[in-house]
């Protein structure tokens, strides 16, 4: 069988003939910030062991932005790393978005500051929120309007400071969070297989599992709200990690059987990096060999957003990924939220 007939088998979009366009992942890019918090660092402001950080979630540092450097900052340099390696002026981008639960401001969207900050005059630009799976949502909205033949060039992104809403009094949490983007650039391109499906499921009943009280309009800043701490996220986190196992597996399954996938036909199983211990369980039920899996989460911890985008630039990178392989990414976070999607490298 030639390599695009077996693509078209796989390729569901292709089956339904997809408006006879196909969107080609192009190229990715991340940006870390050099502050770097190990979980030393941590012993030191919590009542908390490198023991237990590194045994309950497998983390042992995490980045931190400075002061003056925010989400649209890093999303910024993500996003120029990806177009420098796509040959990409950012004249050239048609529409950019913005997956994050971090903005710089309520508004305007941190995608509007991207976009002046990269100069990329001609995009439209927004942002989307589906926390933690914000990047898989923002790929497939993205593949969208490319094969709709609204737009050739669709920049996406997904960064977070989640540094400026952990609390870093609560063990519970401060310990798990880092800050980081990844982007990617997606462009019409003839027998392009570069998303090849995306499943998204969401179930907003246990929104109380994961939530930041304060900040909008059901309870907007005063200086009760900062003094009883409702700025900063909160996480019910063994609900969390079971909630996790199961999304993350039943979105991964969908995904594979949409394309006619036997896992063992993945090169690189690219999971939300929020715990090993997540990783390690969806892998088992999914069946995926340990040297399937990717994990980045020991230098990063979890960055919400910019997670897969951070791991599936350096999976491309390092050499883990060759062009043509198969990808299998996963995501899970507040909402609740979860995504899979296969990609065809
Ligand atoms: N250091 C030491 N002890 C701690 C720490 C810490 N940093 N944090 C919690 N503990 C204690 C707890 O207080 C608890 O003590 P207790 O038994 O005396 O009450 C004990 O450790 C065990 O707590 P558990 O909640 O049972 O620990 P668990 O094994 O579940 O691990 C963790 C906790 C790491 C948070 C885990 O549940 C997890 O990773 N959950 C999923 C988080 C996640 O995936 N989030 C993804 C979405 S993020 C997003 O969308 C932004």
């Not at 004249?91 to 305007?108: G, H, N, S, W, Y």
């Not at 090993?276 to 069946?287: T, Y």
């Not at 996963?330 to 909402?335: E, I, P, Q, R, W």
């Amino acid at each position: 069988m030639t390599r695009a007939s077996a693509s078209s088998l796989r390729n569901p979009r292709a089956a339904h003939g997809y408006h006879g366009r196909s969107c080609s992942i192009t190229s990715v890019g991340s940006y870390v910030p050099d502050r770097v918090l190990t979980n030393a660092d941590l012993e030191r402001m919590v009542n908390t062991t490198d023991e237990w950080i590194t045994t309950r979630t497998g983390i042992k540092e995490r980045r931190l932005a400075a002061a003056d450097e925010f989400t649209s900052d890093l999303a910024t340099q993500a996003a120029r790393r990806a177009l420098e390696r796509a040959q990409i002026s950012p004249e050239m981008v048609d529409l950019i978005i913005v997956a994050t639960i971090t903005p710089d401001m309520l508004f305007p969207s941190t995608a509007c500051l991207v976009q002046q900050k990269l100069g990329a005059r001609r995009a439209a630009a927004f942002d989307i929120e589906a926390a933690c799976s914000g990047f898989i949502y923002a790929l497939e909205i993205g593949q969208q309007f490319i094969t709709s033949r609204t737009y050739d060039t669709v920049l996406v992104i997904g960064a977070e400071k989640l540094s400026s809403i952990v609390d870093w009094s609560d063990r519970n949490t401060c310990v798990l969070f880092g800050d980081g983007a990844g982007a990617a650039v997606l462009q019409n391109r003839p027998n392009a297989h570069g998303l090849l499906t995306a499943c998204m499921g969401a179930d907003g009943s246990k929104g109380g599992l994961l939530y930041m009280p304060g900040g909008g309009s059901r309870v907007p800043a005063t200086a009760d709200s900062v003094n009883a701490r409702l700025h900063y996220l909160r996480m019910e986190g063994r609900e969390t990690f079971k909630n996790a196992v199961n999304a993350m597996y039943t979105a991964a399954r969908e995904s594979l059987r949409r394309c006619n996938l036997e896992i063992g036909q993945i090169k690189c199983v690219i999971p939300h990096q929020a715990n090993q211990r997540i990783i390690e369980s969806v892998g088992e039920r999914l069946g995926a060999r340990p040297d399937q899996l990717f994990v980045n989460l020991h230098k990063y911890g979890n960055t919400s957003a910019a997670s897969v985008a951070i791991a599936l630039d350096e999976a491309v990178t390092t050499g883990r990924v060759q062009r043509g392989d198969l990808i299998l990414l996963m995501v899970f976070g507040a909402g609740l939220t979860w995504a899979a999607a296969v990609i065809e490298w």
